[in-house]
């Protein structure tokens, strides 16, 4: 069955460095999302893509970055974890038109 | 830029009877999507249901259905003869028809489930 994974699920990391969040679909969507998922504030978009090479920015997108070199993947780069983005990550996916599917979530700790 | 309010941080409801959650948005468009999605403690993100815009009839999944007002921009939830298994979060959630895909979301309200 088609589906979306993020790996890892959980990470605990220190304030600077480095962090990548992986989010792999089989479902051959064009798009893809990340949100994240913070108490008080819903659901809100860092960055997504439409396609391959396509990445565009979203309402909370400083100190994120993303890279489409393929359909299944979009890897969410922290360059330096602050202690601000201390927060559940959510990927997702979809055909143009259609609704959102959405990955099981990363629960990111920056200590 | 769209916003999605809802006002009940939290609600609660005896296991049987019916619940409304309510949820307004704020849009210069015409045509759009409104959802409202279910998050468990799994954290898993569910879609309900979905309405387009410019149908009329609201729309119903099993016990879940919906109150579209479009003039009024509000698109409530009613959950009939709700379970244990219906406590969860849930998301209110805009999307333009057209161009941007991006969803905008409501903060959620968590909905409580008495036995």
């Known amino acids: 069955d088609a589906e979306i994974t993020q790996s890892p699920r959980h990470k605990i990391t220190e304030t600077g460095r480095q962090v990548t969040l992986a989010c792999h679909q089989t479902?051959?969507?064009?798009?893809m999302f990340w949100y994240r998922q913070d108490l008080g504030h819903g659901l809100r978009l860092i960055h997504y893509?439409?396609?391959?090479?396509?990445?565009n920015k979203g309402e909370v997108s400083d100190g994120y970055s993303v890279s489409r070199s393929n359909t299944e993947d979009l890897p969410l780069t922290l360059e330096s974890a602050a202690s601000s983005q201390t927060s559940v990550y959510f990927c997702?996916?979809?055909?143009?038109?259609?609704?959102?599917?959405f990955g099981p979530g990363t629960r990111l700790t920056v200590l | 830029a769209q916003t999605v309010t809802q006002s009940q941080p939290e609600m609660s409801v005896q296991e049987a009877e019916t619940v409304t959650l309510s949820c307004t948005y704020d849009?210069?468009?015409?045509?759009?999507?409104l959802f409202w999605y279910k998050q468990p403690p799994s954290r898993q993100m569910i879609l309900v249901i979905r309405q387009e815009a410019y149908k009329q009839q609201n729309a119903t999944e099993n016990r879940f259905s919906v109150n579209f007002q479009k003039a009024a921009k509000s698109f409530s939830l009613k959950i009939s003869d709700s379970q244990l298994g219906d406590a969860a979060m849930y998301f209110c959630a805009y999307r333009r028809q057209g161009g941007s895909e991006k969803l905008v979301f409501g903060k959620g309200t968590k909905l409580t489930v008495n036995p």
């Open positions: 893509s439409y396609g391959v090479q396509d990445t």
């Open positions: 997702a996916s979809s055909h143009r038109g259609d609704e959102q599917f």
């Open positions: 479902w051959n969507h064009n798009n």
């Open positions: 849009t210069s468009e015409s045509d759009y999507y």
